[in-house]
């Protein structure tokens, strides 16, 4: 059963059209939920982490959202260089960390 | 700025040698992490390490084991390597947390490929 779903799997956008990607959790009692980016061949870039429903963080183009089953991350007229795979994770208690399969996003010029 | 560093970006193994993957922190983390990253399944936990000499089971450890025996650094070790281990390893660290998990931050990553 997946804990962690990211939608959409993949997004093309052209530079300047805004968008977001959600993620949606079955865990009970969120702990908090965590939002990477990463690059192709390398490791996870730490964006975000959010902790109760209603709270919002932002960091240059990117704003990230929380209720009490999903997160969103808007991406404000993208540019090419935000493209990338983010990903979402929650934890879910005992040192754990559940994480969704990512929203694949290409920023077209 | 927190850096976590790892051995080897790209390793190519044959099948039944023993593998080792090592990984460093500079932020006195107390808290290590072994992923493993698939295709179509995303980051799953191998091990992780509380502390020196600590260890606990992820969600896929069979096949491997860990070591740490000093703070910064924390060992993946594969006894016996299978063409099924062929993967993208990531290796991550934090601070304890308490009842919150602290942010993870994560290394560069090992792509190993085994034959």
């Known amino acids: 059963e997946d804990q962690v779903t990211q939608s959409p799997e993949a997004l093309r956008l052209q530079e300047g059209e805004s968008s977001s990607l959600n993620c949606s959790y079955t865990?009970?009692?969120?702990?908090?939920l965590f939002w990477y980016r990463q690059d192709p061949g390398k490791g996870p870039e730490f964006l975000f982490t959010?902790?109760?429903a209603g709270e919002e963080k932002e960091k240059e183009r990117l704003k990230a959202t929380l209720t009490k089953k999903e997160s969103f991350l808007h991406i404000t007229a993208p540019k090419p260089e935000d493209s990338a795979t983010y990903l979402c994770?929650?934890?879910?208690?005992?040192?754990?960390?559940?994480f969704g399969k990512g929203n694949q996003v290409v920023v077209i010029p | 700025d927190v850096k976590v560093t790892q051995s080897s970006r790209y390793l190519v193994k044959r099948t039944g040698e023993k593998v080792f993957l090592e990984c460093v922190q500079d932020?006195?983390?107390?808290?290590m992490f072994w992923y493993r990253q698939d295709p179509g399944l995303g980051l799953r936990l191998i091990y992780f390490?509380?502390?020196?000499?600590?260890?606990e089971k992820g969600d896929i450890p069979e096949g491997y084991s860990v070591s740490r025996e000093k703070k910064e650094r924390f060992s993946l070790i594969l006894e016996s390597a299978s063409t099924n281990q062929t993967s993208m390893y990531l290796c991550?660290?934090?601070?304890?947390?308490?009842?919150?998990?602290?942010?993870?931050?994560f290394g560069p990553g090992t792509r190993l490929t085994v034959l």
């Open positions: 991550a660290s934090s601070s304890p947390g308490g009842v919150r998990m602290d942010t993870q931050y």
């Open positions: 865990v009970s009692g969120l702990r908090g």
């Open positions: 959010l902790y109760s």
């Open positions: 994770a929650v934890d879910y208690g005992n040192n754990r960390l559940a």
């Open positions: 932020m006195d983390h107390e808290n």
């Open positions: 390490s509380y502390d020196v000499k600590m260890k």
